[in-house]
Structure formats: C-alpha cells, structure tokens
T-cell receptor, first 114, second 110 residues
C-alpha cells in the first residue's frame, strides 16, 4: 500500500468552471476526511465519511461543494462554479476507527482559480 | 475540543534539541494530544500522540504534565530536514475530525 493518493496534484481552472478531485485512501481505513488549506494557515476540516456514509460537513462546505464516497472506497470532491476564493490546497486523509490511530494525509491537490 | 496555543515560529541550529510547547488549558478528560509535521506542498504527517506523562518514539518525545494543561514536543538533535510546520492538536477518543491551529514554523539553520 502506498498511502493516501490524491489526483490531480495541481489544477488550474478558470473562474466559473467545475472541478473534481479524487482521493484513494489506505484500503483498510474506514474513515476518509477532506480538508482545505490556504497559504500560511493550518488545514480546515470540510467533511468526513465513515465507509460510504457522509457523517459530518463543515459550514465551510457551501452548496457549490459536494463530496461522495461510493462503496466506501475512493472519494471525490467536486466544486461547481469555482471562485477565486476556492484557490487552496485540498487535502484528503484516512484513518481507522480505533482510538489512538493517527490520520494519514495525502499530498493534496493544489487548486488555482484564475 | 480544547483550543491549543503554540508559538508562531522558532529558530534552531543543526544538532540542537528543540522543544515546542503547546498550551491547552481547557483540555477534556477524553482528549489526547497529537502532533503533526508538515513540509511545504505535502500533507501533515502524524508524529506522536499521548495522554499523559511521557511518550517516546523514533522521531520525538512528548511530555505531558499531570494537569495536562500543556505539552512539550521534543525533537532531539535536529537537522535541516526538520524544518517544517508543527501542529499541536487535541483530539477526543471518538476519533472525529482534527482541528488544526496555525502551527509552529520551525526553521533549522546550519
């Protein structure tokens, strides 16, 4: 297993376009998380899944954002009608359910909206 | 979740021991203290986690006093490659999402 994989690594898009990012977690991990990180700030929680169920969504996740995790495996994060303020690094992490187990993050997808 | 406070930045030199202190006055009984390291253009990486007293692994040591209102991450003999942002977090044992603060930017100089 090579860890959490995110694709693409970089995405440049024009304002108003839709973008979709993919995350492949560590295969035996039940939980999958999405975070957003802007320059100089710590990551901010967006949403998380336990298996295929989306259990929590942050208020940061506006109606233009949607996340899915079909069959409890990979996940996608879609942003519709992108805005310049959406420019950020989008990080995915996965973990086991058990207490005391650290989260494993992917390397992120850097989105630039021009 | 308890709010954590840590220095914005620290400088050190190669070979020195670095101690980064984190305050968490409102830590709850169920909270663990967790530290992550982040290099530029990479996701955070789990370093160490503890509940109280001392925890040591191959990378770092974590000291948590009896009152658990603070903790100290100790990095022995740092090298240039330890230059990164270090985040202190309190997480409850339900394993829900992590809440990151601004972290401490450690700069290791030659």
């Amino acid at each position: 297993d090579t860890g959490v994989s995110q694709n693409p690594r970089h995405k440049i898009t024009k304002r108003g376009q839709n973008v979709t990012f993919r995350c492949d977690p560590i295969s035996e991990h039940n939980r999958l998380y999405w975070y957003r990180q802007t320059l100089g700030q710590g990551p901010e929680f967006l949403t998380y899944f336990q298996n295929e169920a989306q259990l929590e969504k942050s208020r940061l996740l506006s109606d233009r954002f949607s996340a899915e995790r079909p069959k409890g495996s990979f996940s996608t994060l879609e942003i519709q009608r992108t805005e310049q303020g959406d420019s950020a690094m989008y990080l995915c992490a996965s973990s086991l359910l058990q207490v005391g187990y650290g989260y494993t993050f992917g390397s992120g997808t850097r989105l630039t909206v021009v | 979740l308890a709010k954590t406070t840590q220095p914005i930045s620290m400088d050190s030199y190669e070979g020195q021991e670095v101690n980064i202190t984190c305050s968490h006055n409102n830590i709850a009984t169920n909270d663990y203290i967790t530290w992550y390291q982040q290099f530029p253009s990479q996701g955070p990486r789990f370093i160490i986690q503890g509940y109280k007293t001392k925890v040591t692994n191959e990378v770092a040591s974590l000291f948590i006093p009896a009152d658990r209102k603070s903790s100290t991450l100790s990095l022995p003999r740092v090298s240039l490659s330890d230059t990164a942002v270090y985040y202190c977090l309190a997480r409850n044992n339900a394993g829900n999402m992590l809440t990151f603060g601004g972290g401490t930017r450690l700069m290791v100089k030659p």
